[in-house]
C-alpha cells in the first residue's frame, strides 16, 4: 500500500481534497484487524485522520472479543492471521446472525484468485491488494460499503434475504459448513435488475471506446507482418524476417506451430519452418492473436479474474470454434480461433475504463445470479460484445469476424434476425463459449452456464464431435495458453501458477457429489459435462439427481427416464436438482414424489447451482445420519 503523496490523488494522479465524508457514515467504527504493528498502526492513524473511530486487533479472535464489547460498522480485514485467520473469522461471522450482514473490506497482501473467490464466498463488500491500493481508493471503498450497507438496511423487507451472507446457517463450535459459503439465488433477479438504475451512459462508454482505439494500438511488427501477410506477392522470406524482429512473437510462433493445435509431425525448430507449417493465413491470425494477447495480457477483470484465468477461457472458446468451424469449411478455422480469443476482450475494455463501477456490475451478478452481460446491458447501457463492435469497426477488422464477436450471447431466434448471413458463424462462437464455461476452463468474470443442445442441433454437432471437443480441449488449451502467455512477461508468470477453476468448485460443496444426470440429449449437453467435472467417488452410489429439461414437453419423457435409472443405479428417492429454463411452465407434481427437489433456472450462474446442489447434499447427508 502507498503511504506517500498519491494517497490523496485521484486515478489521474492529480492532488485532490479530502474525501468527504458522506451522510450517515460520520464517526462510523471500524474494526482494524492485521497482525503487523508497522502496517496496521500508521494505517488506523491514517483513517482516523479521515473521521473514523479506528479500533484494532491482531487475530481473528481478539477480533470476536472486541465484537462482542461494542458495536462495529464495518470491518477492514487481512486474510493471513495467526490464532484465527480472516476467513475462519469470515465463517464465524456468517454464522453469526448479529454479523451475518456486517460490511467487510478485505485488505491483505494475498491476491491470489483462489483466496478472492474464497473470501467472496462469504459476502465480503470489496477485496483490495495491499501492494495495488492507495488510502484514497480505501477510504473511497469504505464509504461506499458503508453506504450500500445502510441502503440495504433501510431498503431490505423484514425475512427478506438479500445477500450470501444472511443465508449462513450456524454449526455447532460457531463455523459454517460449505453450503453457506456461496449466495442464495434471488427468486426475482430479473425485476431486481430492471428497477436498478444505469451507472454509466452508453455515451459515456462509446467515447472511451473511440479513445482506447486511437491510444492502444498493435505493435510495429505485428502491424507490418498483417499487412505482409494480406498481400498476395509476400514472401516467405519477407515474413520470417519480420517475425525474427520481435523476440516475443518469434517464440509465441515457434511454440504455436508445435503445440497440439497446430502440430502435425516433428517439432519444428526455425522460424521458417513454422511459418510453412502455420501458412500465410494461420501467420496472419497468429500475429493477430498476439498482438491482442500483448496489449492485454496484464489486465485483470474488476479485480476478481486474474490475466491468465481470462486467456485460458478465450483460448479455449478458440480452440473449440476452431474446430466446430474446421468441421464445415476448413479455411475457417483460423479466423473461428480469433473470434474466440477476442470475444471477451470488451470486458478487459471495462476493467480497465470504469474499474469501480465494473466491480460493481460484477457485485451486482454475484448477488442476482444473472448472467453478467445482461448486467452489463442494464448498468452500462451496452454490454461487451456491444463495446466489441465499435472498437473493432475502429480497428478495421473484416465484418465477418466482427458479427459473431458482437452476437454471440444472443439466442438463436436473435441471432436468425440480427445476423441472418452468419447465423452458423455466430452460432460456433456462441456454442464454444459455452462449452468453455461448461468445462471450467478458465474463467471470463462471467461464471455462468448456458444450454447448448439448439446450438449444437443448428450447427450439426452430434454426440461424437461433441464428445471430441469435450476430450481434446482442455489438452490443447493447455499447451496452447502457455505459449501465447509464457514470453509476455507478468502474464506468463500468472499462466504458471494459476490455480484450476473445477478443484475451487469442487471445494465449495458441502460434500463429494455424485450426480445421476438424466436429459433427453446428455451427449450435446454442457450441464451434463460441468456434472461430469464435480463427479467424485466413482464407485460410490449417487447420492444426487440432476434432471435437465429444456421445455415443458419433455416432463413425462424425463420422467419416466428417471424411474428407469434410479432402479437400475439402486439409487430411489435421491434429492433432485431440475434445471430449465422453462420453469414457469414445468408440472413436476406426482412424477418426484417422496424426494427433495429444487429448481433452478437456466441460464445459471455456477455459485448459485452450488448453492442449490449444497442444499439438496445437505438433506441427503441428513437423512443417511437418521
Known amino acids: 500500500m502507498r503511504w506517500d503523496g498519491n494517497a490523496r490523488r485521484g486515478n489521474d494522479g492529480r492532488a485532490g481534497p479530502m474525501v468527504p465524508l458522506r451522510g450517515g457514515v460520520d464517526m462510523a467504527s471500524i474494526l482494524l484487524i492485521d497482525s503487523t504493528a508497522l502496517f496496521r498502526e500508521p494505517m488506523a492513524l491514517a483513517l ?32 493471513i492471521l495467526p490464532v484465527m485467520d480472516g476467513l475462519s473469522l469470515l465463517r464465524y461471522l456468517r454464522g453469526e446472525p448479529r ?51 445502510t441502503d440495504s438496511r433501510a431498503a431490505l423487507p423484514a425475512g427478506s434475504c438479500a445477500t450470501a451472507a444472511q443465508s449462513c446457517q450456524a454449526s455447532p463450535g460457531g463455523t459454517t459448513d460449505a453450503a453457506s459459503t456461496v449466495p442464495a439465488p434471488r427468486p426475482d433477479a430479473a425485476a431486481a435488475l430492471k428497477s436498478m438504475k444505469s451507472i454509466v451512459t452508453k455515451s459515456e462508454v462509446l467515447d472511451r471506446i473511440q479513445k482506447r482505439a486511437e491510444l492502444r494500438a498493435f505493435s510495429p511488427t505485428v502491424t507490418k507482418l498483417m499487412q505482409l501477410t494480406g498481400s498476395e506477392r509476400a514472401t516467405l522470406e519477407q515474413i520470417t524476417r519480420t517475425i525474427r524482429q520481435d523476440q516475443a512473437l518469434a517464440v509465441r510462433i515457434l511454440q504455436m ?51 491468465a484465468q481470462f486467456w485460458e477461457h478465450s483460448i479455449a472458446t478458440g480452440l473449440i470454434a476452431a474446430k466446430i468451424a474446421r468441421s464445415r469449411a476448413p479455411e475457417d478455422a483460423d479466423q473461428a480461433f480469433t473470434m474466440g480469443l477476442m470475444h471477451d476482450v470488451g470486458r478487459v475494455l471495462f476493467a480497465e475504463d470504469f474499474p469501480d463501477e465494473y466491480a460493481e456490475a460484477m457485485r451486482v451478478t454475484d448477488e442476482l445470479g444473472l448472467p453478467l452481460e445482461l448486467v452489463e446491458a442494464r448498468l452500462f447501457m451496452a454490454s461487451h460484445a456491444e463495446c466489441m463492435d465499435r472498437l473493432l469497426h475502429l480497428w478495421r477488422f473484416p465484418k465477418d469476424l466482427i458479427d459473431p464477436i458482437v452476437f454471440h450471447h444472443l439466442s438463436l431466434d436473435n441471432i436468425r434476425r440480427m445476423a441472418p448471413r452468419r447465423v452458423k458463424e455466430v452460432a460456433t462462437l456462441a456454442l464454444a463459449d459455452r462449452m468453455a464455461h461448461a468445462l471450467l476452463l478458465g474463467s471470463s468474470g462471467n461464471d455462468v452456464l448456458y444450454p447448448t443442445e439448439e446450438l449444437c442441433e443448428v450447427l ?51 460434500a463429494p457429489a455424485r450426480p445421476l444426470y438424466i436429459s433427453r440429449r446428455p451427449g450435446i449437453d454442457a450441464f451434463r459435462c460441468f456434472f461430469d467435472l464435480l463427479r467424485q467417488d466413482e464407485a460410490e452410489a449417487p447420492n444426487l439427481l440432476v434432471l435437465h429439461v429444456t421445455d415443458a414437453r419433455e416432463v413425462e419423457e424425463v420422467a419416466a427416464m428417471t424411474r428407469c435409472v434410479e432402479c437400475s443405479a439402486d439409487a430411489s ?10 420453469i414457469e411452465e414445468l408440472d413436476l407434481r406426482g412424477r418426484l414424489d417422496g424426494r427433495r427437489v429444487e429448481v433452478r433456472r437456466a441460464p445459471i450462474a455456477v455459485s448459485h447451482l452450488l448453492h442449490a446442489m449444497n442444499e439438496l447434499l445437505a438433506s441427503e447427508s441428513g437423512k443417511a445420519a437418521a
Open 99 to 149: 454479523y451475518a450482514r456486517l460490511p467487510v473490506v478485505v485488505l491483505s497482501a494475498a491476491g491470489s484468485r483462489a483466496m478472492v473467490l474464497k473470501a467472496a464466498q462469504f459476502g465480503v463488500r470489496d477485496y483490495l491488494v495491499k501492494s495495488h491500493v492507495t488510502l484514497h481508493a480505501l477510504v473511497e471503498r469504505i464509504h461506499r460499503a458503508l453506504s450500500a450497507a
Open 257 to 307: 506451430a508445435n503445440s497440439a493445435a497446430f502440430n502435425r509431425g516433428d517439432p519444428v525448430e526455425s522460424i521458417e519452418k513454422a511459418a510453412q507449417r502455420l501458412g500465410m493465413a494461420q501467420i496472419r491470425q497468429a500475429a493477430i492473436n498476439v498482438g491482442v494477447v500483448s496489449e492485454m495480457s496484464e489486465i485483470g477483470i474488476g479485480g476478481r479474474v486474474d490475466a
Open 48 to 79: 482516523r485522520s479521515h473521521g473514523f473511530d479506528v479500533i484494532e486487533a491482531g487475530h481473528g479472535r481478539q477480533a470476536v472479543t472486541i465484537l462482542q464489547s461494542r458495536p462495529i460498522d464495518l470491518i477492514v480485514l487481512e486474510l
Open 573 to 582: 428417492g435421491l434429492p433432485a436438482l431440475v434445471i430449465s429454463s422453462a
Open 460 to 510: 450439426g454437432v452430434d454426440d461424437r464431435v461433441f464428445g471430441r471437443l469435450e476430450d481434446e480441449t482442455r489438452r490443447e488449451t493447455d499447451g496452447l495458453k502457455l505459449s501465447m502467455l509464457a514470453a509476455g512477461g507478468g502474464g506468463g508468470g500468472a499462466a504458471r501458477g494459476w490455480v484450476d477453476p473445477r478443484e475451487a468448485v469442487r471445494q465449495s460443496l458441502a
